[in-house]
């Protein structure tokens, strides 16, 4: 566990911190790319992304807030410490596409195309908060013991008291499906770029739903190896249903899109 990351002078940076800034930068520089790449105007995909952030954020630490009510009502003071960490992944994915969408709809953008800009960054951001994280010693795995299955993926790793035991290592695993993520939409919006350059039409699959759906169901599989406490639903963490009901909605999506475009396809082979 490294809660503090470095000292300027008499300040000590949070690790968390240090990682949630560092993706907030790598997010919007890689929003600006994208936006560039797909002709779209940088400046307002940009404001986009910030209101996006700024809405998810609040959102983010509002469920986290909830989730941990126990704690925070003997602490209303700590509420705002966003420095220590504590943001629900989930408030802060859903708060903040409400947030993109409704500035897109006011700024009279393409939101389709505004959110497949941001998906590039949002998994960028997503792998160094798993990273952050990893550092502060949050979002820790289940203990994991010599002969177990499992052994591989473990590592000596702290929770969020400080006790090292075996875990898994699923920070790091969580990182690295990001990374994935971040590599597959990368790939898909040069595919559908090359794709809409070729050839027009009206039906084209969302980049951003595929990337987020895809994200989730490898969270979906995480949530098993993971060892820190939330409200369960059933036998399940409610955040692994969240993360359930995601994936499955964006394969519906993405399936209906599918569709759409093969049958928009099939009008136009169609003699006159």
Known sequence: ????????????VPSFTALMALALGAGLLLTWNAARCANLPPGNVLNTALVGILVGVVAARALYVSDNWGYFRDHTDQMTQLWLGGLAWHGGL????????????????????????????????????????????VAYGQEVFPGDRWWFLAADLPDIYGLRNPRFATQLMGAAWAVVCFAIAIAASKIRQSAAASQKS??????????????????????????????????????????????????????????????FRSKNRQPH
Do not use: H, N
Not at 1 to 12: A, E, N
Not at 115 to 123: N, Q, R, S, V
């Open 1 to 12: 566990m490294t809660r503090v990351l470095f000292t300027l002078g008499w300040i000590d």
């Open 94 to 137: 859903i708060g903040g596409a409400i947030g993109a969408a409704v500035f897109s709809l006011w700024r009279k953008l393409d939101v389709r195309a505004v959110f497949d800009a941001l998906a590039p960054g949002l998994m960028a951001g997503a792998s160094l908060g798993w990273i952050g994280c990893y550092l502060a010693g």
């Open 202 to 263: 009206e039906v084209r699959v969302s980049t951003f739903v595929a990337t987020v759906a895809l994200y989730s169901a490898g969270m979906f599989v995480l949530s098993f190896a993971r060892g820190d406490a939330v409200p369960m639903l059933g036998t399940w963490r409610y955040d692994q249903v969240i993360d359930a009901v995601i994936s499955i909605a964006g394969v519906a999506y993405l399936c209906r899109s599918a569709q759409r475009s093969f049958i």
